[in-house]
């Protein structure tokens, strides 16, 4: 019964001293009201943006082809984008893969567990340095002292002691806010790292798919030419066994033949590291089984194109966002370094009981406490605190510029990409009226050879110029889908959209107790 009276007083008085400290915190937290260092301010857009991303105004649409993918493309400027934007294309199939792939991808996942470690890494700096320590100690010794030291009162005995300590640093000037403040920078900045991996992966999966899809065609256009003239080849050899022909215009023939199945093998080769990247891009091994097959005729060019404005790409862009991130954080890094040049303030206390048996402990004759405070101000350490601040804002000025140029980058891709589809689209019209020319040229070129109207070499010559602009149509085709992923991915994804954010980072809190603009 003694030793339960004496462990409730024990824990009575760990209460009391816990108690204690948080009056202690409460008014030292009175004391700071002050944070040194720059407060940060949001860079804002370019001022010299102005309403168009190009020297020149871009038409209010792209040029029109006949055929695949020939469609005029509209820019719609000041329009916003959709989160999932890849479903623009109309393919149920894509639009699984790119699902697959944000759920399985090792790479999304890294950058979902960076993201869990920063906000981590704040909740340990924050319980570290906004709540004061406590530590409770209960121990107990056997010893013996020699007649030497202790005269009469030798002899063997226990020692039972319980103490609790309680210390607490004040923010006075701003130390720890704005450790905390770049902390949460760091945490921001991960997070749109993980924005920017999610872009990225949607943005790889959909290019890679549409690079299947024109290597497929590529591959479907060669070996149709290639059954074409291996058809030509076998009229020739019959004209050559009659002596209709000389023997040069069979191995012409045959070396037109042989070229082109040539190219066959390399579109082949392509054609497999592109599924194979796939593949992986959906965090599946190339030898795995399931994975869908494109084709262009499987997707759909979308006709209208949102344009975001140029004021706005600052605040849509990932890796913007990320770096204005960076930014902060050597902001507060200065603050961090300022402060340390100022004083610091400790407050500290203890209270506890060393007694012979268990029974005494927190006796009054036992009980012993202190309570202190301490100011710490570095007066010489041979200006290594100015160095610091000095590094700090040197860090800032690199920051800075890094910022300035992922702006300057981010406006030159897009500026890169919206000319592209303009020119793409001309080049793609251009590229039908040639095809659709050598084709009509090939047909007639092959009617008056049989004839005997023309000579074979300039059948040869029909016969490759259709067959280069053939392949070439069908890669202008292709180019117009891969522009238009890279105009999505260039003005940022829509990410600002998406109800529910990105599945992994949503389930990290932002929220914290100093963040932008103390």
């Known amino acids: 019964m003694r030793e339960i009276v004496v462990k409730r007083r024990i824990f009575r008085q760990f209460n009391t001293l816990a108690l204690r400290a948080g009056v202690a915190a409460l008014i030292a937290a009175g004391l700071g009201g002050c944070a040194l260092g720059p407060n940060f301010k949001q860079p804002d857009a370019p001022a010299n943006a102005g309403a168009s991303y190009t020297p020149t105004p871009l038409p209010s649409q792209t040029a029109s082809a006949p055929g695949l993918g020939g469609a005029a493309q509209q820019f719609g400027f000041g329009q916003e984008i959709p989160a999932q934007w890849w479903s623009l294309f109309r393919s149920p199939a894509l639009d699984q893969l790119i699902r697959s792939a944000l759920e399985q991808n090792p790479n999304m996942a890294a950058a979902e567990a960076v993201l869990r470690q920063a906000q981590e890494n704040y909740n340990a700096q924050a319980g570290n340095l906004l709540y004061p320590s406590v530590n409770g100690q209960l121990g107990v010794s056997r010893q013996k002292t020699s007649v030497a030291t202790a005269g009469a009162a030798a002899g063997v005995y226990n020692v039972y002691n319980a103490s609790v300590a309680v210390a607490y640093t004040p923010d006075v000037f701003g130390a720890t806010r704005r450790t905390l403040e770049g902390a949460q920078a760091a945490i921001d900045y991960q997070r749109f790292q993980v924005e920017a991996t999610y872009l990225t992966l949607s943005a790889n999966v959909v290019t890679t798919a549409i690079q299947e899809a024109s290597l497929r065609a590529q591959l479907q256009a060669t070996r149709e030419v290639l059954a074409a003239l291996t058809q030509q080849q076998n009229v020739i050899e019959k004209q050559f066994e009659y002596g209709a022909i000389p023997r040069t215009t069979v191995l012409s023939q045959r070396n037109q033949v042989a070229q082109i199945n040539a190219t066959i093998a390399p579109l082949e080769k392509a054609l497999a590291s592109a599924r194979h990247q796939l593949s992986v891009l959906a965090g599946k091994l190339p030898g795995e089984a399931g994975m869908p097959e494109f084709s262009l005729e499987t ?193 940022g994804g829509g990410w600002w959209n998406r109800a529910n954010g990105v599945p992994a980072a949503t389930a990290v809190s932002a929220a914290a107790p100093y963040g932008k603009n103390q």
């Not at 029909?462 to 999505?488: G, K, P």
């Open 299 to 491: 997707l759909t060019l979308p006709e209208q194109l949102p344009v975001s404005l140029p004021s706005a790409l600052v605040r849509q862009r990932p890796d913007i966002r990320a770096s204005e991130e960076a930014l902060h954080q050597a902001s507060a890094n200065i603050g961090v370094a300022t402060a340390a040049q100022y004083p610091q303030i400790t407050l500290s206390g203890a209270y506890g009981s060393s007694a012979d048996t268990f029974g005494k402990l927190f006796d009054a004759q036992t009980t012993a406490w202190n309570l202190a405070a301490g100011l710490t101000q570095p007066i010489f350490n041979g200006g290594a605190l100015r160095a610091q601040r000095r590094a700090a804002e040197a860090a800032y000025d690199a920051a800075a510029a890094q910022y300035r140029a992922t702006v300057l980058n981010a406006f030159q891709n897009v500026a890169d990409t919206l000319r592209a589809l303009d020119a793409d689209a001309a080049a793609l019209k251009s590229q039908a009226e040639a095809e659709a020319l050598a084709k009509e040229t090939l047909d007639l070129s092959e009617q008056q050879y049989k004839l005997g109207g023309i000579s074979y070499l300039v059948l040869l010559d029909a016969q490759r110029s259709y067959q280069q602009t053939h392949v070439s149509l069908v890669q202008a085709q292709a180019a117009r889908y891969a522009d238009t992923a890279a105009l999505f991915q260039a003005l």
